[in-house]
T-cell receptor
């Protein structure tokens, strides 16, 4: 079974600074997807960024980028120019790429609570 | 385009009472998921539907939990009877089989069992 580990229960960052959230995962599969979701107090999970395992290039979405190290099974999220609205729980998630087997299940880590200091 | 809609947003009940959660997925999304999120944890899948068929319910505690997705659109999740340990957030998500299969989440229902 796949597992996702987020070793930082809480992080804080000064507004306009950069912060990196860590995530490691364990899998025997070669084809999979990794995601970072943001969950503000409103509880709505919002997709921040996704990475296909077969792509070597790290995904970027505006101020958000990832450092995907497939051999190390590491998938960290970097938030640049942090804004007050970035304060939320951030969850790393894994999904198998074997959709023929019907494995659409997302396996989540326990999350990292990010605080942004004005 | 409307997102995933869930109701109620909050529910407080006494133990042993029944409770029903409702989810309306994004129009055209044939895959629907129910997740359980305990405090301080990430969501865990309870059940997944492809149209009206439950294709993965291995994590659903079938002694007290049941789900339906009649007509392959809206879905309900029912707990009967509720126990103190069921206090959590229940999230619904949907996705389409085309494109990137991205799951879109609703705002969840926070259940408190007294």
């Amino acid at each position: 079974a796949q597992t996702v580990t987020q070793s930082q229960p809480e992080m804080s960052v000064q507004e306009a600074e950069t912060v990196t959230l860590s995530c490691t995962y364990d899998t025997s599969e070669s084809d999979y997807y990794l995601f970072w979701y943001k969950q503000p107090p409103s509880r709505q999970m919002i997709l921040v960024i996704r990475q296909e395992a077969y792509k070597q290039q790290n995904a970027t979405e505006n101020r958000f980028s990832v450092n995907f190290q497939k051999a190390a099974k590491s998938f960290s999220l970097k938030i640049s120019d942090s804004q007050l609205g970035d304060a939320a729980m951030y969850f790393c998630a894994y999904r198998s790429g074997d959709t023929l087997a019907g494995s659409y299940q997302l396996t989540f880590g326990k999350g990292t609570k990010l605080s942004v200091i004005p | 385009e409307a997102g995933v809609v869930q109701s109620p947003r909050y529910k407080i009940i006494e133990k042993k009472q029944p409770v029903v959660f409702w989810c309306n997925p994004i129009s055209g999304h044939n895959t629907l998921y129910w997740y359980l999120q305990n405090l301080g944890q990430g969501p865990e899948l309870l059940i997944r539907y492809e149209n009206e068929e439950a294709v993965d319910d291995s994590q659903l505690p079938k002694d007290r939990f049941s789900a339906e997705r009649l007509k392959g659109v809206d879905s309900t999740l029912k707990i009967q009877p509720a126990e103190l340990g069921d206090s959590a957030v229940y999230l619904c998500a949907s996705s389409s089989t085309s494109g990137k299969n991205e799951q879109f989440f609703g705002p969840g229902t926070r259940l408190t069992v007294l």
